[in-house]
């Protein structure tokens, strides 16, 4: 009779280590598969269990460098080493999870470990966001944008107690399984366990249940009708001064058809201009015909010049222009990206120009406006990657904006899962401020957003094709009528889960200590 052989240690770990990893990158576009994180941390609590606490960051760290390399590969078409750069900082993260949840996992309890192993992913994912400019892409809560009942609560909590609660069901049911599975070894374990099970259908059915309820009952405010425009122009022929009359005879010719329609507003994406709004007169006095021909509103991304004393400066704005082609108002882009529009620490090293990829030097606005239309403050502008930073959009809501505009490129990322996971954080901004959000992409997710983060109409050909394919779309979505929780506290729940997690550690800090002090007897 042949002996069943069982794995080594090293590689039981190691396929912990992928499934958690490969769990983890399919539950983001293009996959989708929603379900999979909520079970996705499990296989990774189990590893780290198995491992001092050397180990468990260490085996964090490469499960964090999997999940990254495998949802943001879309960057390769920007730049491979910047990419892997990237991956590697950004799992510095999870090596930070592994060694606060070694810690954690040697709490006794059915429901404080979890709470706190949730709590120190919020923090985390919250300190990703904002730590050097911050990357906040495919923060945990947006792999549920699908699941519209769920993802209510974010207008009390923001996206943060979305991820909360997913991290708690896993370590819940992590924690539950493990005590019914040793129950033979402690009589206490049979009930512990299900008290843990227990508090994952609570959770989830509070969750749900106020999804329901807010879905009901939700304000809405007087219509507007906005519409988008897509040109589709080529990365590689965007700045071509030979393609910039057949770019600007492209969008005319879109934004005549979308004026059929008759909306009160017509928003084209980033950078959307062959030239600088007013510093160039020809292409200037095309569109100021342009608005006075359809008599409707332009929303125009255009890089602008900014007077800084002596010496001049170009911005990534948006401009509005009235039906009378008169410039109403310009808005400048808050949060740049770096590497791509400015240099971090150019001033203390200006060789690393010389020797990085060609990069804008743009500077950031000041200030967030708010556009009006029919002469009411109405909608915010965020642009590129800005939808990406849930308080940035709340400082648009708290000055007057009842609708956000999303104006972007993601021509840059080929056909990939980039402008979906993009259009994930639109949806949670949509949610979290009970506003709607459109968004107008050169080429991406164009589209409408409503204030319960449901996907309307959006831009596509006669296959359905969305991306990289040239059109208009027009939707009439009702303006934000409702204060959130989120809009009016903002980061709280983040602050919360912040103050929790350093109080344990410090609370477990002060018994060691105390510990080390008593007389040995």
Not at 49 to 60: L, Q, V
Not at 119 to 138: K, Q
Not at 420 to 425: E, I, K, R, V
Request: hydrophobic share 50%; aromatic share 12%; glycine share 8%.
């Amino acid at each position: 009779m042949t002996r069943r052989r069982h794995p080594s240690p090293a590689t039981a770990k190691l396929f912990l280590a992928l499934s958690s990893a490969a769990l983890l990158v399919v539950s983001f576009p293009r996959f989708n598969q929603l379900w999979c994180a909520w079970i996705a941390l499990i296989p990774w609590l189990a590893l780290i269990n198995r491992s001092s606490m050397r180990a468990a960051a260490s085996w964090s760290y490469f499960i964090g460098l999997l999940f990254f390399i495998g949802s943001i590969r879309w960057l390769i078409h920007v730049t491979l080493p910047g990419w892997l750069l990237l991956c590697a900082y950004l799992a510095v993260f999870f090596a930070l999870f592994g060694w606060i949840v070694h810690r954690i996992q040697r709490v006794r309890g059915e429901l404080l470990p979890p709470c706190l192993i949730a709590a120190a992913w919020v923090c985390l994912e919250y300190l990703r966001s904002h730590l050097l400019s911050g990357f906040g892409w495919n923060l945990l809560a947006y792999s549920q944008t699908s699941w519209p009942t769920l993802i209510q609560l974010a207008d009390v909590t923001g996206c943060w107690g979305i991820s909360f609660l997913i991290v708690f069901v896993n370590a819940a049911l992590s924690t539950g399984a493990g005590l019914v599975r040793h129950a033979h070894r402690r009589r206490s374990a049979w009930p512990e366990g299900l008290v843990s099970l227990g508090a994952v259908v609570a959770c989830l059915i509070v969750a749900v249940g106020y999804g329901r309820w807010r879905l009901q009952h939700l304000p809405a405010g007087p219509p507007l009708r906005i519409a988008i425009v897509q040109g589709n122009i080529p990365q590689q022929q965007k700045w071509d001064p030979g393609r910039a009359e057949s770019i600007l005879q492209r969008y005319e010719q879109l934004t005549r058809e979308a004026a059929r329609t008759q909306p009160q507003l017509i928003a084209w994406p980033e950078t959307s201009a062959p030239g600088s709004v007013g510093l160039d007169e020809s292409m200037t006095s095309r569109l100021v015909a342009l608005a006075r021909a359809v008599r409707i509103p332009l929303l125009i991304g255009t890089p602008l010049e900014r007077s800084e004393g002596d010496q001049i400066r170009w911005t990534n704005s948006a401009v509005l222009m009235d039906a009378r082609g008169t410039l109403v108002q310009r808005y400048d882009k808050l949060h740049l990206v770096p590497y791509g529009e400015f240099l971090p620490f150019e001033r203390l090293a200006p060789w690393l120009r010389q020797w990085l990829p060609p990069m804008g030097d743009f500077v950031p606005g000041t200030e967030a406006i708010v556009f009006p239309v029919g002469g009411k403050p109405t909608f915010g502008v965020l642009i590129c990657f800005e939808d990406v930073f849930p308080d940035l959009a709340r400082r648009f809501v708290r000055h007057g904006a009842r609708l956000l505009i999303n104006i972007t490129n993601d021509a840059w990322f080929g056909p990939t899962a980039a402008a979906y996971q993009h259009a994930q954080a639109s949806t949670f901004r949509a949610v979290e401020l009970r506003v709607p959000v459109i968004r107008a992409a050169n080429t991406g997710w164009s589209g409408c957003i409503d204030a319960t983060g449901a996907w309307g109409r959006r831009v596509a050909d006669e296959t359905g094709q969305e991306l990289f394919t040239a059109g208009t779309v027009t939707c009439e979505l009702a303006q934000g009528a409702t204060t959130s929780a989120y809009a009016r506290w903002g980061d709280w729940f983040p602050g919360l889960c912040l103050v929790a997690v350093v109080n344990w550690l410090l609370a477990q800090r002060m018994l060691v200590r105390r510990r080390s002090i008593l007389p040995i007897r």
